[in-house]
């Protein structure tokens, strides 16, 4: 019952405690501006106003008296677009009716509140932004106040008569920026070391730290980099080959920290096909539409996700939101085209052809002639010009929404709307391209400014489309971050990923240095071969003088194996070809360690076949000593396989044997230098070994997809800010979770702790980076007893994972 009357509690403190906890929404963007654009706005948007009525923004509709917000019965709208009278209803009779599903929206819309994409509007907006970059002039500094972002927000402030958000403490600082820059929560040692640390610039020195993480970097923007690029590793179009990945080369990218340009420039003109799967987009099966076709998706991928334009509505006919034109969308398509494009009005050909052309004709244009590799490499170019300041203004806007919780320009991929600071926008822009299009370079900018590290605004509704800087806002952990941070609380991250990376930071040259020990062994032989079916254990004690600091194993059998330490069940592998890496921290430790491996050779019975089991760990230990373990003539094997119940392995006291060295086939020594020799080499360096595996290298799952994780079949620029009712009652019920909090308090429980008091103070730290309150220590001490077991320690997990502020980017 404690369980459940603290989970009872805490989703009344989630409605209470500002997460926004809410039913599914209706997508005014994606399901109400459709509607209105095709009924509404010919007659009552733009410079139309029929009737006195304009629905161009939000408050105009609200003042019309045309809805009743929360009431759509009482809404007279509802009343026109519902009715049979060929008198009244809306649109007129001589235009079609609104379907069904079309008014139900609208119904729901209106009880739902309204909803409205703050800033935006139906109106023929007259600002334009500059195509070429302006140079800023930072007003004159105040004492403390130094950072250019600060002299410019502190003018802008000023003007308004506004106050200068207050300094977040260390510990608020802490979190916030480790989630921000690697999406990790910082350990309780780092906590107190930073809180201890008087030194000054202690607050510079950790941002520069963090972002020299670079593989901590890398997981976590991997996250940012797979919505905005439209890249995953399953979903639709890869199992028949209509999609590609790029998730080797944009790894690889973030990595190295390659600048944008070269980024884009190879993202736009692949030089190889490491990078092509982004403009190749979704090869759809079956019939597709005009606004389909790769080449659309090309124009539209291409727009929104360097130049924050929405092409969709272009695509189909010249755009009711902004200025672009079918012509245009086209223009951009043909690009990628073997030919000029005819273009089709919605989803009807008009006669009329397009041929290659760039968007911006001042900065320079696209030769129609060329040959296709050749306009893609003029429009890589005339995309990462340095004149082109619209393309430098996009990606520092998301990131500044990134790290501020909301853009300059807002929504993201509505560039053409009128920043609310076009000052600051501008100057990151300049400073971003003055830096060789350095991403860290202004993630470091905005994160050493008095403006990042100040309180999160308090927003009470939305913004009423007039948004008013006041301070970052908060915002919700992404589903990969929440993710993260319950396996670093309960030691439950998998042991392998998804992502086809090469998780590490060695080089080529340290991957070919790197050398294979281990040999082939299995048990006894017949003529080099083993019988078809076979199972044995193959064993090897490994006596350490210090636990393992870091380190791994590189594991692979034909045909198949499960690998147990202490008779825990650590990994296993159906398939040959694919060697396996797997870290050892935490799982070898001081003193006496048993490998066995339970391993199984392929086909029938009474047939005959080649089997073999490799093996290779390397391990940093604690006293600073090393240890190399590899498969080799010392091992033993045992023909007698008990059953293994639930992961645990109970191996036989005799019958061992030693192992037979089995002469490695071609193809096994060509896996093992091919892929082997990648997967040892981070773990014989200074690599990934002992690093967490993370959410974002691991495919999508129910849990993660109800957190907010896009199947990414569209570019996803932005993710949903609010917590679901289903997506609180899926953290509530996810069998996944509670495993992994079942995992978690074990290990809890098993270490030593002098009072349930020193537990609930560390549990916190590490969740929340700050001490309980008197009144969450004591309720929490209280649920433990004084001898916590698994059980209690699993529901205190259970409070504080479900806490607002474990949430929440404060």
């Known amino acids: 019952m404690l369980r459940m ?100 929206l609208i119904r729901r819309w209106i009880d739902e509140g309204m909803k409205w994409e703050p800033g935006f509007s139906f109106e023929i907006r007259s600002y334009e932004p500059p195509v070429r970059p302006r140079l800023v002039t930072l007003p004159p500094p105040t004492p403390g106040r130094e950072h250019p972002i600060d002299r410019l927000l502190d003018r802008y402030l000023a003007e308004r008569d506004l106050n200068v958000p207050a300094t977040i403490d260390d510990a608020a600082f802490l979190r916030r920026v480790h989630l921000d820059l690697i999406g990790l929560l910082p350990t309780p040692e780092q906590y107190s070391d930073f809180l201890a640390s008087g030194a000054e610039g202690r607050r510079e020195k950790l941002i520069d730290d963090l972002l020299s993480r670079r593989i901590e970097y890398a997981d976590h923007w991997l996250t940012f980099f797979n919505d905005l690029l439209r890249n995953d590793y399953s979903g639709t179009g890869f199992i028949t080959g209509g999609r590609k990945q790029v998730t080797e080369w944009l790894y690889s990218a973030l990595l190295a920290n390659k600048p944008f340009d070269e980024m884009t420039r190879e993202l736009v003109a692949p030089p190889t096909a490491a990078s092509q799967g982004f403009i190749d987009g979704i090869k759809w099966r079956g019939e597709v539409s005009a606004g389909q076709t790769n080449e659309i998706q090309f124009s539209q991928s291409i727009s929104q996700s360097f130049l924050g334009i929405n092409m969709k509505c272009a695509s189909c006919h010249d755009s009711f939101i902004d200025r672009w034109t079918l012509k245009e969308a086209y223009g951009l398509a043909a690009v990628y085209a073997d030919a000029p494009l005819e273009l089709h009005r919605c989803d009807k050909p008009t006669g009329e052809t397009q041929a290659a052309a760039w968007l911006y004709p001042e900065l320079g244009q696209i030769d129609p002639s060329a040959p296709r590799a050749e306009r893609l490499r003029q429009l890589a170019g005339l995309m990462t010009d340095p004149q082109n300041a619209r393309y430098a203004r996009t990606i520092v806007n998301r990131l500044w929404n990134q790290m501020m919780g909301r853009g300059l320009v807002h929504p993201l991929d509505a560039m053409q709307t009128e920043p609310w600071n076009e000052e600051l926008l501008d100057f990151l822009a300049n400073d971003f391209v003055a830096n060789g299009y350095d991403l860290k370079s202004t993630l470091r900018l905005i994160a050493t400014s008095e403006a990042y590290q100040s309180r999160t605004e308090i927003v009470d509704g939305d913004d009423g489309g007039q948004y008013v800087y006041r301070g970052p806002r908060q915002r919700r952990l992404t589903a990969e971050q929440f993710v993260d941070a319950v396996w670093q609380l309960c030691s439950a991250a998998p042991t392998k990923f998804d992502a086809p990376v090469l998780r590490s930071t060695v080089t080529d040259a340290e991957i070919a240095q790197t050398q294979i020990t281990g040999k082939w062994i299995w048990g006894k032989l017949q003529n080099g071969s083993s019988p078809g079916g076979e199972e044995l254990l193959i064993r090897k004690t490994i006596e350490l003088p210090a636990d393992v600091s870091q380190g791994g194993a590189v594991i692979t059998c034909d045909n198949e194996y499960v690998l147990y330490v202490g008779n825990r069940q650590i990994i296993a592998g159906t398939d040959w070809t694919q060697p396996q890496a797997v870290s050892m921290t935490g799982v070898l430790k001081k003193g006496s360690n048993q490998i066995v491996i339970k391993a199984k050779n392929a086909g029938a019975v009474g047939g005959m076949n080649p089997a073999g089991l490799f093996f290779q760990a390397s391990l940093k230990l604690t006293d600073g000593s090393e240890v190399s373990i590899a498969s080799d003539e010392t091992w033993q094997y045992n023909p007698e396989v008990p059953e293994s119940r639930e992961g645990r392995m109970s191996a036989p006291k005799q019958g061992w044997q030693p192992v037979t060295i089995v002469p490695g086939l071609d193809v096994w020594n060509k896996v093992l230098d091919e892929q082997a020799r990648r997967l040892l080499a981070p773990i014989m360096t200074t690599g990934s070994s002992g690093k967490m595996i993370r959410a974002s290298l691991m495919k999508n799952t129910p849990l993660m997809q109800s957190l907010g994780r896009p199947l990414r079949e569209q570019i996803v620029s932005m993710r949903p800010d609010g917590l679901t009712t289903l997506e609180a009652i899926d953290l509530a019920n996810a069998e996944t979770l509670t495993q992994w909090l079942a995992q978690g308090a074990e290990h809890w429980s098993a270490r030593d702790w002098q009072t349930s008091d020193a537990l609930v103070e560390e549990m916190f730290v590490a969740a929340l980076s700050r001490q309980p309150t008197p009144g969450e220590r004591n309720l929490l001490v209280a649920a433990l007893g004084e001898r916590p077991d698994p059980q209690s320690v699993q529901d205190v997990m259970w409070t504080i994972l479900m806490l607002p502020e474990f949430m929440l980017v404060r």
């Open 5 to 104: 009357s603290f989970l009872l509690s805490l989703f009344l403190i989630c409605v209470a405690g500002g997460l926004n906890v809410c039913a599914a929404e209706i997508d005014f963007s994606h399901e109400i501006v459709p509607i209105l654009n095709a009924n509404c706005v010919t007659c009552h948007g733009g410079r139309e106003s029929e009737g006195d009525f304009s629905l161009n923004t939000r408050e105009s509709l609200v003042d019309s008296g045309m809805v009743d917000i929360g009431d759509a019965a009482a809404s007279h709208l509802v009343d026109l677009i519902a009715s049979d009278d060929t008198d009244i209803q809306m649109p007129p009779s001589d235009r079609p009716r609104m379907s069904d599903r079309e008014i139900q």
